[in-house]
């Protein structure tokens, strides 16, 4: 049965499952799973199957996302939908789809609906909601983490295989340790938020929930680009995961430093995490994470709480009342710091960020409990704020540090309760941590969430340039079989994969060309569509003498494909459009020649 996203999508390409299908599932198991709490709101579902009809009428299967249906967590604008961040008085209606939807969207996912969490994104427990607790699939009497809890359960139940979160201080990792799922936190600025309800602005990160490392990534380099209407997004390309590196160097915390809180069997499944890794070939170094902790104090404790007293300030002036007394005492402190506060603050921050600079130079990434234990409804309800803070030892420090996070199942306790830890590193190196984490999560053997099926074998890497080979992404008469392609085998090229742009490309027919040849232009994000590409691989003695030979207005730049990567590529220059049929409904060249040779 194809349960994660990979296994869907091939199910589509191959024919032998339709998106429609793909979506009535998820609706029936939704319905199935009787848990109102999971979604604050859904979709019609007729409106999704026609969706999904309409996809596969498009011919587009090579979308990386080619029919996944996906949840969003709820403050995360989708179009059409409300946004409450779980705060009735706050809600509105999106008009548009925040910046990573609609890249989901342009990728092939469709939107099932928006899911539950913790009010205002406030809290790592899953239960500070009116839209009530969603349930634990793996183990019901348990808290389901947060405060992505809806996108988290929602995948560990197997309801979509992907989901939307947010991270500012663990909401993308917590819920996934506790689901038996992988969370995926982005390098801060890597995905626009723009169209998020911010939680702390400058710390928010959209986050990944998916059965497998794969699935995660394929999301992450569906959204990962730079956003004009995100003051913070950055240029971070996400890359390519390759081979898991040999000599990985793991940094861990000394025997002193490891809090547990009394937890004796997530204590033994991190040191049985520690073993894995070790006979994985990484090597693992002690070091000393009090500067973590120390920064991890700041969020809290610092003036980053008036940020999230910001993002709620409307419905806390109006309606007090209507704020989860939890959350609301929470954002309340954030009325307390001074000036002078968030100065010191930023000054310290800014010392312990070079001592964490320091430690990665010295370690490739941190490997660390992604919670010290868990905790029951009944327990949390009972200590609402001293138990959500320990969830958060190891995941508070994260983002005011720039580091990136990858959250992996790691085993289940002799309670049946899911043990995780996360992969952290530098900000930046998000593709490290899915080397490692890929074959950590595989070697565990652990099944799918809470859906006891087994995971499926890693998949093939996607193929790679060598050492001195350049990767050339062709558009048109240079495709396999098509006219010139000769001359790139004529240079002993050889065909990659056959991929798709991001989104952020216009195909034009361009006039008077012998052989006839497209266009691709590059156009601001939003206005594009993803095109049919070849990439190829060229030797680097070769390539020189190539880019002399392309002739005007053809010109060599850089492509950004849809999974994130950026390789050399043909581009037009922007006069020679002028007056040029736009093809980009067609998707790519293939399909304008067939269409053309049809009517003729």
Not at 100 to 117: C, E, F, H, S
Not at 162 to 170: F, K, S
Not at 383 to 406: A, E, H, K
Not at 456 to 482: C, F
Request: aromatic share 6%; with cysteine.
């Amino acid at each position: 049965m194809a349960e994660t996203v990979a296994e869907i999508i091939a199910a589509h390409r191959s024919g032998t499952l339709t998106p429609e299908q793909t979506v009535a599932r998820s609706f029936a198991r939704i319905r199935a799973n009787g848990d109102d709490a999971v979604f604050i709101s859904l979709r019609p579902e007729a409106e999704v199957l026609a969706e999904a009809r309409a996809l596969a009428a498009s011919g587009n299967t090579a979308l990386p996302l080619y029919g996944v249906p996906v949840a969003v967590k709820d403050n995360i604008d989708v179009a059409g939908l409300p946004t409450t961040a779980a705060c009735p008085a706050f809600k509105y209606n999106a008009i548009h789809d925040a910046t990573a939807v609609a890249r989901l969207r342009a990728a092939g996912a469709l939107v099932i609906g928006k899911t539950n969490l913790d009010q205002f994104a406030t809290g790592l427990v899953g239960v500070r909601s009116p839209y009530g607790v969603p349930r634990n699939p793996a183990h019901p009497e348990m808290i389901p983490g947060g405060s992505s809890s809806g996108s988290a359960v929602a995948v560990a139940a197997g309801l979509v295989p992907l989901a939307l979160g947010t991270d500012t201080a663990g909401s993308g990792r917590v819920p996934a340790g506790i689901n038996n799922i992988v969370g995926l936190k982005p390098s801060l600025g890597m995905i626009s938020t723009h169209g998020v309800v911010p939680a702390c602005r400058t710390l928010d990160c959209v986050s990944v929930f998916a059965l497998t490392v794969d699935d995660a990534w394929t999301a992450l380099s569906v959204m990962a680009a730079p956003d004009p209407a995100d003051h913070y997004s950055r240029h971070r390309p996400a890359g390519t995961p390759g081979a898991m590196p040999a000599h990985i160097k793991l940094g861990v915390p000394l025997p002193g430093q490891r809090l547990f809180f009394g937890d004796k069997q997530f204590e033994r499944g991190y040191e049985l995490a520690l073993e894995r890794l070790a006979r994985l070939g990484c090597e693992i170094i002690e070091t000393d994470i009090e500067p973590f902790y120390e920064t991890a104090r700041l969020l809290y404790d610092g003036p980053w709480v008036a940020e999230r007293t910001i993002a709620a300030q409307p419905v806390l002036s109006s309606a007090p009342e209507e704020i989860h007394p939890v959350t609301r005492e929470i954002i309340l402190n954030g009325l307390r710091p001074t000036a002078i506060d968030t100065f010191q603050a930023l000054y310290k921050l800014e010392r312990l960020r070079r001592i964490a600079d320091f430690k990665f130079k010295q370690i490739d990434a941190l490997a660390l409990p992604t919670a010290p234990t868990a905790y029951s409804l009944q327990q949390v309800l009972a200590d609402p704020i001293q138990l959500n803070s320990r969830l958060g030892t190891y995941t508070n420090f994260v983002n005011l540090l720039d580091m990136c996070g990858l959250a992996l199942p790691a085993a289940m306790t002799e309670a049946g309760l899911p043990f995780g830890i996360t992969l952290l590193a530098a900000g930046g190196h998000d593709a490290r941590l899915a080397e490692i984490g890929r074959v950590f999560h595989a070697d565990t053997d652990l099944p799918l969430g809470a859906l006891k099926l087994p995971q499926p074998p890693l998949s093939p890497l996607a193929p790679q340039s060598g050492d001195n080979e350049i990767a050339l992404a062709v558009v048109g008469a240079h495709l396999s079989g098509l006219p010139l392609n000769g001359e790139l085998r004529a240079l002993g090229g050889r065909l990659l994969e056959t991929t798709q742009t991001a989104a952020d490309y216009q195909l034009y027919a361009l006039p008077g060309t012998t052989p006839a040849k497209p266009g691709l232009v590059r156009v601001e994000s939003g206005q594009g569509a993803a095109i049919e590409v070849e990439v190829w691989a060229l030797p680097m003695t070769a390539f020189g003498a190539f880019i002399d030979a392309v002739p005007a207005p053809m010109a060599i730049g850089t492509v950004s494909l849809a999974d994130g990567r950026s390789v050399k590529g043909f581009l037009a220059e922007g006069a020679a459009i002028a007056g040029a049929q736009n093809i980009s409904g067609f998707g790519g060249w293939r399909k304008y020649l067939a269409r053309e040779k049809a009517t003729v």
